[in-house]
């Protein structure tokens, strides 16, 4: 392995949210020390792959920084990587640039939907899922997720139901799933595409963490079908892979005409037009460079070592349970809540300190459930690893 993951990074002077001593102070109402372990927000504790940090020195040693505008090459970029990486075509004419998927969902709820109306979401999930539903003054309607074997399986006879009965015209996907790291299957991908056509439901996939499929997973996107009248939108961007959410940029791809007419509109009805100075660099940087593609294989198996080493050390803990994890660095973790007070497990995560995102910070989510983060140094998962199994050691 040529690059070094093991090399911790100084981030308290970055003003990151996962880094910041004062904002996770301010946050978690803790007293930061240098043992403190955040294993929560989906970012990596590693360094972007220079070429995109390259792309990006370059892009302020102009010293100027006006407006943009969408050029060809940026969106070329993000078309030959999913040539190349995903082999998947896609035209450039469809893709749109826009200022993050959260941002963009609640665009979407707006643009397909009116207040009152409900949007169906697959639970538990990342909490934005919900949010872009109530802060929107709409329904939030869940179809839950059954929890079996250490992963989810789909309850389509409920999705339908869910539709039929809500009057549903909006759902939103997760795949791969967050936080569960599923990648849904390509047969679990068809009965979907199935009901929604069945029903003209707005089918909208957020394949944010598709870039980190983890061993002999295979990801199916929304563009690997056949969609009727090409009735769905991809929500995608390079942040979760090369650790940029700060610079809060995406894209969505969208095949059918009339919707994209339709997300054009709001856009602008919102007054959001160009893109930032600095993400189309960004972006073209790590969709192009050879060296960001090696740095990426290398990643995903290093957090598969770090997945496989908690997975090991956790063996012999009898009540609780690592949903199997196909992509992503975030795994969920289940314990037993009847013999373990969820309270009493709180207050020792914050004795240890360490900190990981409760059921609470996900929507739909029940007590007895936290996800981690292992996209960070083999010692410090180590690290992580024994505090945790001192907590969970019943
Ligand atoms: C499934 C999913 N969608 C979207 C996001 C956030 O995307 P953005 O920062 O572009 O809004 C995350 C971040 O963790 C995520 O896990």
Same mark, same amino acid.
């Given at each position: 392995?040529?690059?070094?993951?093991?090399?911790?990074?100084?981030?308290?002077?970055?003003?990151?949210?996962?880094?910041?001593?004062?904002?996770?102070?301010?946050? +978690? !109402?803790?007293?930061?020390?240098?043992?403190?372990?955040?294993?929560?927000?989906?970012?990596?504790?590693?360094?972007?792959?220079?070429?995109?940090?390259?792309?990006?020195?370059?892009?302020?040693?102009?010293?100027?920084?006006?407006?943009?505008?969408?050029?060809?090459?940026?969106?070329?970029?993000?078309?030959?990587?999913?040539?190349?990486?995903?082999?998947?075509?896609?035209?450039?004419? =469809?893709?749109?640039?826009?200022?993050?998927?959260?941002?963009? &969902?609640?665009?979407?709820? %707006?643009?397909?939907?009116?207040?009152?109306?409900?949007?169906?979401?697959?639970?538990?999930?990342?909490?934005?899922?919900?949010?872009?539903?109530?802060? %929107?003054?709409?329904?939030?309607?869940?179809? /839950?997720?059954?929890?079996? %074997?250490?992963?989810? /399986? &789909?309850?389509?006879?409920?999705?339908?139901?869910?539709? *039929?009965?809500?009057?549903?015209?909006? +759902?939103?996907?997760?795949?791969?799933?967050?936080?569960?790291?599923?990648?849904?299957?390509?047969?679990?991908?068809?009965?979907?595409?199935?009901?929604?056509?069945?029903?003209?439901?707005? $089918?909208?996939?957020?394949?944010?963490?598709? #870039?980190?499929?983890?061993?002999?997973?295979?990801?199916?996107?929304?563009?690997?079908?056949?969609?009727?009248?090409?009735?769905?939108? @991809?929500?995608?961007?390079? =942040? !979760?892979? +090369?650790?940029?959410?700060? $610079?809060?940029?995406?894209?969505? *791809?969208?095949?059918?005409?009339?919707?994209?007419?339709?997300? #054009?509109?709001?856009?602008?009805?919102?007054?959001?037009?160009?893109?930032?100075?600095?993400?189309?660099?960004?972006?073209?940087?790590?969709?192009?460079?050879? *060296?960001? $593609?090696?740095?990426?294989?290398?990643?995903?198996?290093?957090?598969?070592?770090?997945?496989?080493?908690?997975?090991?050390?956790?063996?012999?803990? /009898?009540?609780?349970?690592?949903?199997?994890?196909?992509?992503?660095?975030?795994?969920?973790?289940?314990? #037993?809540?009847?013999?373990? #007070?969820?309270?009493?497990?709180?207050?020792?995560?914050?004795?240890?300190?360490?900190?990981?995102?409760?059921?609470?910070?996900?929507?739909?989510?029940?007590?007895?459930?936290?996800? @981690?983060?292992?996209?960070?140094?083999?010692?410090?998962?180590?690290?992580?690893?024994?505090? $945790?199994?001192?907590?969970?050691?019943?």
């Amino acid at each position: 392995m040529k690059t070094d993951f093991e090399k911790m990074l100084n981030r308290s002077q970055t003003n990151e949210r996962r880094w910041n001593p004062q904002y996770i102070e301010a946050t +978690f !109402k803790i007293n930061y020390n240098k043992n403190t372990i955040d294993s929560s927000i989906a970012d990596l504790d590693f360094k972007t792959p220079t070429p995109i940090v390259e792309a990006l020195q370059n892009r302020i040693n102009h010293g100027t920084f006006s407006y943009t505008y969408i050029r060809e090459d940026v969106l070329q970029a993000i078309s030959s990587w999913y040539k190349n990486y995903h082999q998947l075509q896609v035209a450039t004419k =469809n893709i749109k640039l826009v200022h993050g998927t959260v941002n963009a &969902m609640h665009q979407i709820v %707006n643009a397909f939907t009116k207040i009152g109306e409900g949007v169906l979401i697959q639970t538990p999930i990342y909490e934005p899922f919900g949010r872009c539903i109530y802060n %929107n003054d709409r329904v939030v309607v869940e179809n /839950k997720l059954i929890y079996e %074997n250490q992963t989810y /399986k &789909m309850d389509f006879q409920d999705f339908e139901a869910k539709i *039929i009965a809500d009057k549903i015209k909006l +759902f939103f996907w997760c795949n791969p799933h967050n936080p569960g790291g599923v990648v849904w299957s390509k047969s679990d991908a068809k009965k979907l595409i199935e009901i929604c056509e069945k029903h003209q439901v707005l $089918l909208v996939s957020d394949e944010v963490h598709s #870039d980190l499929i983890l061993e002999n997973q295979k990801f199916y996107s929304l563009l690997d079908f056949k969609v009727k009248n090409n009735y769905f939108i @991809i929500c995608a961007s390079p =942040n !979760k892979a +090369f650790n940029l959410g700060g $610079l809060k940029g995406s894209y969505l *791809i969208i095949e059918n005409e009339e919707i994209r007419k339709k997300i #054009d509109k709001i856009y602008e009805a919102n007054s959001i037009t160009s893109p930032n100075v600095f993400y189309p660099e960004a972006i073209k940087a790590a969709y192009t460079s050879k *060296i960001v $593609l090696n740095w990426l294989t290398e990643l995903k198996a290093y957090i598969w070592a770090n997945y496989q080493l908690l997975v090991k050390e956790f063996q012999t803990l /009898k009540n609780v349970e690592i949903m199997k994890l196909q992509a992503s660095y975030l795994v969920w973790i289940k314990f #037993d809540d009847k013999i373990y #007070d969820v309270k009493t497990i709180k207050k020792q995560m914050q004795d240890n300190d360490i900190i990981v995102n409760w059921d609470t910070d996900f929507y739909g989510a029940t007590p007895g459930w936290f996800r @981690i983060n292992i996209g960070s140094p083999e010692s410090l998962v180590r690290d992580l690893i024994t505090r $945790l199994k001192q907590i969970f050691n019943k």
